[in-house]
Every structure is written in structure tokens, then in C-alpha cells.
């Protein structure tokens, strides 16, 4: 293939840049596979080099994939997963081919970067698109063909993924260490939220709720403990947040709206910061940054429609409105539970993803039978944690001796 490639007439046009590019692209990853990571390199410049000669976005997005595994492979991880990580950003704008090349160039590399954690919840998001692709391109064909071609592609999706999954299972390393090393940035959300939230239960209770929604999608143990651990970071970034807009009874203003809406994509920033690269974390950054985007494209701060948004945000979103709509906030009472449900109900396909939506409303009444008292439940993590508890200490830390915000108890 080298030889082909190199013996190939440079690119004339935009559009054999990309084709180009991507050839390229995949040569890296098969030499990666039969550790040629010198080669690698190599190639990955030569994809660069024809990606900025003609501006090509999608070009650049291939090449940078194909920078990032090889510099993975070669040692440099931390360098490697911060672009292996823009190029995923970078595609989730584009066409949903370029999505699912990035994905699956994504779990490689966080496999090759030891971070099976981080690899099997994009292999879940892959499996996702890649259903949805098939699902399309089926349509296509005549109905007489439906059926069998859906079948047997089917059968060879269901024995692919499960002997991925197996081998990332295999791979997996204790969640405990991400919670030690998420904690501090656990208390940090926590303290963003006492104005919206007194008690300080909502992050806790926002995570329990979505680990229970990934487990009813069919994620395993590990990913449901990553994604409980990202959620209650989920709105850190309202620490920087004035109070007078956080405290504010009615609605906002335009500026105080627009204000607001930073605390995502802030929030996203000071993850990425403190946790200093850690792959496992980039699960928080990402709640952190889209849990507010909608499925029609209208949430914010980037405008993400549909499976553009990562799992996990829209996870996320379902259970952070819930708990919202159930409790009481400076703006407003809490709901009945039957009314913030229709409320879910009434977003499905608009704000929440809508197989996730059917799930979440399946799941509420299941918990309430099973466990009795949802609150509780879900608070369960709160309810035994000492930084919660001290009340009293942690009004004194934040707002010093001059009683400018009291914690209601």
C-alpha cells in the first residue's frame, strides 16, 4: 500500500485531498496494528501536509486523527488523546460517516492509550450510529430485501460488538481510582450549586439517576460508576456565575441569560484544567460542556443535533431536568412527580433523545417500586457524605464571617 500510495499523483482538487487524506488515514492505522510507529508518523505528516495545502476541513479532521493514534502508539499519550479528542469534537459537526470514522479511530486509541473505560462508552455511541447508518441506508433498498439484509447484518453487528465489549471488559481498570481523583472536583460542584440548590443533594441526586439510566440502556458497571462521576460535576462551571443572576427569582434578562449559559462551556474548561489530562475524565468534560444541548439543535452553547451530542450529555440532560423540575429553586416550586414527567414526555425528539426518553420514563415508576421512595434513593450518596454534612463549615469557607449568603436549613 506504501508503495501505491507513494508512487500516486499529489491531489489536484478539494475533493482528492480528502479522498487522499483518508487513505492515508487508514494506512497509519494499519501500520499501527503491525507496530510500524515510525511509519506511522510519517504518514500522518504527509496527510497534514496535503490537509493544509487545500484548507479542507474534513481533511484536516483525518489528518488529525491519523496524528493522534500515531503519537499514541509512539508514547506520546497526553498529546495524543488532546488531539485524538479534538478530532471527535471537529466531527461531530460534519457528516456522520466522517462521526463514525472518528469513532472508531477514538476507541482504538483510547485502547492504545490504555484507557479501556473511556473506549468502551464510545464503542457503545459507535454501535449507536452505526445502527442508525444501517437503519438508513436499508431504506434504500426495495422492501422485498429489507428484512433479510437487516438480518443478517444484525447477526454480524450483535458478534462484533460482543466480542469488543468482552475485550474492553477484559482490559478495564477500577473506577474507584477516577472517583478519588474526581472528588475534589465533586466538592466543587457541589459548592456551585448552593444557590440553586441548599441542601446540596442535586448533584448526587442527578448522578444516581443517570448511572440508573445508562444500566437500563445497557451499559456495563464500570461506564455507569464513570458516568455517575461526571454527572455530579455537571454544572461546576456556575461557580463563576454571579450570585445575583444564580439567586434571581424571575426570568433573565437577555445579558443575564447569555451570562448564564457560559457556565457550560466553563465548566467543560475547569474539568479539563484540574484534571491535567486524565482520560477518564474527559467523560466529565464532556457532560460538563453539552449537558445543556437539545436534540433539535436549539440547547446550547454549541447548537449539537441529535447523536452529535455524546452519550453522556444526553444522559445527563433527561436527569438534571427532572431533578430541576422536582425540587424547588429560587424561580420556581417543585412539581408533582406525574406533571414533571408529562413534561419529559412533552420533550422527547425535541429537547431529550428520544430512546432515551422511553427509557427514563419506563424506568421511574420501576424505581418507585422497587425502592419506595425515589428521593432517597437517589440520595443516597449524599446522605453519607461528610462534605455534605458540614454545613456550617462550608458557608464559613466560601462566604467568610460576613453572612452575605446563609445557607438555609
Request: glycine fraction near 6%.
Amino acid at each position: 500500500m506504501e508503495e501505491a500510495l507513494s508512487s500516486a499523483l499529489p491531489p489536484q482538487s478539494p475533493v482528492e485531498c480528502v479522498a487522499r487524506v483518508q487513505l492515508e488515514h487508514i494506512y497509519v492505522r494499519l501500520l499501527i496494528e503491525v507496530r510500524q510507529y515510525e511509519q506511522a508518523r510519517d504518514r500522518a505528516r504527509i496527510a497534514r501536509g496535503f490537509a493544509e495545502q487545500f484548507g479542507s476541513q474534513m481533511a484536516k479532521n483525518y489528518a488529525l486523527a491519523a496524528e493522534a493514534m500515531a503519537e499514541i502508539a509512539g508514547g506520546a499519550r497526553d498529546i495524543g488523546l488532546t488531539r485524538l479528542k479534538q478530532a471527535l469534537e471537529m466531527a461531530r459537526r460534519g457528516p456522520e460517516g466522517n462521526l463514525r470514522d472518528m469513532l472508531m479511530a477514538s476507541v482504538r486509541g483510547y485502547q492504545l492509550a490504555e484507557k479501556p473505560d473511556v473506549s468502551s462508552l464510545l464503542m457503545h455511541e459507535l454501535t449507536q450510529l452505526t445502527q442508525r447508518i444501517r437503519r438508513h441506508q436499508i431504506k434504500l433498498h426495495q422492501q422485498r430485501h429489507v428484512r433479510a439484509v437487516e438480518k443478517q447484518w444484525r447477526e454480524r453487528q450483535q458478534a462484533a460488538d460482543s466480542a469488543q465489549q468482552q475485550e474492553l471488559a477484559d482490559q478495564m481498570h477500577s473506577a474507584a481510582v477516577v472517583q478519588s481523583l474526581a472528588d475534589y472536583l465533586e466538592k466543587a460542584s457541589v459548592a456551585a450549586e448552593l444557590f440553586d440548590d441548599t441542601t446540596g443533594y442535586h448533584v448526587y441526586r442527578v448522578g444516581s439517576m443517570v448511572r440508573e439510566i445508562a444500566k437500563a440502556h445497557g451499559l456495563d458497571e464500570n461506564t455507569c460508576l464513570l458516568l455517575e462521576i461526571g454527572a455530579r460535576q455537571h454544572d461546576i462551571g456556575k461557580g463563576l456565575i454571579p450570585e445575583s443572576i444564580l439567586n434571581k427569582p424571575g426570568k433573565f434578562t437577555s445579558a443575564e441569560r447569555t451570562i448564564m449559559e457560559t457556565h457550560a462551556a466553563e465548566g467543560a474548561r475547569m474539568i479539563r484544567e484540574a484534571s491535567n489530562g486524565l482520560a477518564q475524565m474527559h467523560v466529565a468534560e464532556d457532560i460538563a460542556h453539552c449537558h445543556h444541548e437539545k436534540w433539535d439543535g436549539t440547547g446550547y452553547p454549541r447548537q449539537l443535533v441529535g447523536a452529535q451530542i455524546p452519550l453522556s450529555a444526553r444522559i445527563t440532560a433527561i436527569a438534571d431536568v427532572f431533578d430541576a423540575l422536582t425540587h424547588r429553586r429560587s424561580y420556581k416550586e417543585a412539581w408533582p412527580l406525574n406533571h414533571a414527567l408529562e413534561e419529559i414526555k412533552r420533550g422527547r425528539g425535541t429537547h431529550f433523545d428520544p430512546e432515551l426518553t422511553d427509557i427514563f420514563l419506563d424506568l421511574v415508576p420501576r424505581l418507585i417500586r422497587r425502592h419506595g421512595d425515589l428521593e432517597s434513593y437517589l440520595a443516597e450518596p449524599a446522605a453519607n457524605c461528610d462534605f455534605i454534612q458540614d454545613r456550617a463549615s462550608l458557608n464559613s469557607q466560601l462566604r467568610g464571617e460576613d453572612g452575605i449568603f446563609e445557607v438555609r436549613r
